[in-house]
């Protein structure tokens, strides 16, 4: 199975650009017309925008659970330094539990897999910019793969 938001992310990297850029050219118009309260508000608004954003922590995730292995590669959609994918690989057998945490309308997956030192936990990988249909698919597959788990032990 593989399940991937890329023309999601897409167009919330449109949405988000285009928003901020009409965000600056009303603070220039401001500036232009020498209205300097508003250009600190609309700096001020624009560092809010910016700054919900990045906490929102919208990632591209592509799930993938083919060849015995599961695979998951994520990047933030929106980031001003960073934007490198990062990666969990692992074999279904390893996988000992996961969990789909929501707070404040947003999801994060996290993995806890089987090594040979112990327990090992990934860190977390924001489902935010994925659908609710989504999200259940990947819910439900990580679901099979640790019962099929717990049934082999």
Request: hydrophobic fraction near 45%.
């Amino acid at each position: 199975m593989e399940i991937s938001n890329q023309k999601r992310s897409k167009k919330i990297k449109r949405a988000f650009n285009f928003s901020g850029i009409a965000v600056v050219l009303i603070g220039l118009i401001f500036l232009w017309l020498k209205m300097d309260v508003a250009v600190l508000i609309t700096a001020g608004v624009f560092a809010a925008y910016v700054g919900i954003s990045m906490y929102a922590n919208l990632c591209y995730v592509y799930f993938s659970t083919n060849n015995g292995k599961v695979l998951i590669r994520y990047y933030q959609v929106i980031s001003i330094m960073k934007k490198e994918y990062e990666s969990i690989e692992f074999a279904h057998q390893a996988l000992v539990n996961f969990r789909i945490e929501r707070t404040m309308g947003f999801s994060d997956l996290h993995i806890a897999i089987k090594t040979k030192r112990g327990i090992a936990e990934y860190p977390s990988v924001s489902l935010a910019a994925l659908s609710k249909d989504e999200i259940e698919k990947i819910n439900s597959a990580l679901s099979e793969i640790r019962n099929n788990n717990r049934k082999g032990i």
